[in-house]
């Protein structure tokens, strides 16, 4: 059985390399493991610098910055061409324990109809949202994803357990609303038959719609305690920016209205009248964009 880690890389050479340090003493047992780094067009010397400190792995180039979801995509279709079973997608922030991969490769196989599954994760130490309410003895053991939860009357995708101090209160195993794309393993059974990201997303809630999609066609999303990484939170954006409020703002949108009734869509208009008069800046442009049907990269 093959696995294939794929690690989505934009001007962010730091984290890389430390992500791949991070592997360096990874437990894959008799599994066959490949790492392949997908660039999504840096211009900050990444690419050469993988090269230099880890000449083993592939690196895929792509000719522009082709967001989250098109860039895994890239990353998975290789995979599939090389007969790969599993694909690991994880942030190119991230830190991981060693045994991670074995204790999520341990369950997904288990049962036939899972088809994604997660990680507990942390975040990594000092990038907790709320620094100052930690102890220096809880850094590390604080809680960025412990399930994903989906409220359905307001759309809205959060993470269960998010600023909790890990006391062992989600060391449950079991099904969630959704698996997180900052780590998750996904069976090739997944991609074969509902497809890939949807590129219209290209960052934030595409991991989502993917979920949704996987168990509408009858497949299991699980999240899995045992496993561990650490998450340098909103590298890549800001939270609070202009980016981060325009994608989530237009991608929440995209979503809603695919999936949710018409009573739901009602109230996701209302809301967007209001946050054209008084919404900020990433909001406004975002809801613009939704109902302009410009999507991808803004």
């Given at each position: 059985?093959?696995?294939?880690?794929?690690?989505?890389?934009?001007?962010?050479?730091?984290?890389?390399?430390?992500?791949?340090?991070?592997?360096?003493?990874?437990?894959?047992?008799?599994?066959?493991l490949?790492?392949?780094?997908?660039?999504?067009?840096?211009?900050?010397?990444?690419?050469?610098?993988?090269?230099?400190?880890?000449?083993?792995?592939?690196?895929?180039?792509?000719?522009?910055?082709?967001?989250?979801?098109?860039?895994?995509?890239?990353?998975?279709?290789?995979?599939?061409?090389e007969?790969?079973?599993?694909?690991?997608?994880?942030?190119?922030?991230?830190?991981?324990?060693?045994?991670?991969?074995?204790?999520?490769?341990?369950?997904?196989?288990?049962?036939?109809?899972?088809?994604?599954?997660?990680?507990?994760?942390?975040?990594?130490?000092?990038?907790?949202?709320?620094?100052?309410?930690?102890?220096?003895?809880?850094?590390?053991?604080?809680?960025?994803?412990?399930?994903?939860?989906?409220?359905?009357?307001?759309?809205?995708?959060?993470?269960?357990?998010?600023?909790?101090?890990?006391?062992?209160?989600?060391?449950?195993?079991?099904?969630?609303?959704?698996?997180?794309?900052?780590?998750?393993?996904?069976?090739?059974?997944?991609?074969?038959?509902?497809?890939?990201?949807?590129?219209?997303?290209?960052?934030?809630?595409?991991?989502?719609?993917?979920?949704?999609?996987?168990?509408?066609?009858?497949?299991?999303?699980l999240?899995?305690?045992?496993?561990?990484?650490?998450?340098?939170?909103?590298?890549?954006?800001?939270?609070?920016?202009q980016l981060?409020?325009?994608?989530?703002?237009?991608?929440?949108?995209?979503?809603?209205f695919?999936?949710t009734?018409?009573?739901?869509?009602?109230?996701?208009?209302?809301e967007?009248?209001?946050?054209l008069?008084?919404?900020?800046?990433?909001?406004?442009a975002?809801?613009?964009?939704?109902?302009?049907?410009?999507?991808?990269?803004?």
């Open positions: 059985m093959k696995v294939l880690i794929i690690i989505l890389n934009y001007n962010s050479q730091k984290n890389i390399l430390i992500c791949l340090n991070s592997f360096k003493k990874l437990e894959i047992g008799n599994w066959k490949k790492t392949v780094v997908v660039d999504n067009a840096s211009s900050d010397a990444s690419v050469e610098a993988v090269k230099k400190n880890f000449p083993n792995i592939k690196i895929i180039c792509n000719y522009k910055n082709l967001g989250f979801a098109e860039g895994n995509n890239v990353g998975i279709r290789w995979g599939i061409k007969n790969y079973d599993y694909f690991l997608l994880l942030n190119n922030d991230t830190l991981v324990k060693k045994d991670f991969l074995i204790q999520l490769l341990k369950l997904i196989q288990k049962n036939k109809k899972t088809g994604i599954v997660s990680p507990k994760i942390y975040f990594a130490p000092g990038y907790e949202y709320h620094k100052k309410r930690y102890k220096n003895s809880d850094q590390g053991k604080v809680i960025w994803y412990a399930g994903g939860i989906i409220d359905w009357d307001n759309v809205l995708a959060s993470h269960r357990g998010v600023d909790e101090v890990d006391r062992g209160q989600f060391d449950k195993a079991g099904e969630t609303d959704f698996s997180t794309g900052c780590c998750c393993l996904i069976k090739r059974e997944v991609f074969k038959k509902i497809g890939f990201f949807d590129k219209k997303y290209f960052l934030y809630w595409e991991d989502v719609d993917l979920c949704q999609r996987a168990k509408k066609a009858g497949f299991k999303i999240y899995i305690p045992k496993a561990i990484v650490w998450h340098k939170n909103a590298e890549s954006s800001a939270v609070g920016s981060h409020d325009y994608y989530l703002s237009r991608n929440r949108l995209l979503f809603g695919k999936y009734s018409l009573r739901v869509k009602i109230s996701l208009i209302r967007s009248v209001k946050l008069r008084k919404g900020r800046q990433g909001q406004k975002g809801i613009k964009d939704f109902f302009l049907c410009h999507f991808g990269k803004r």
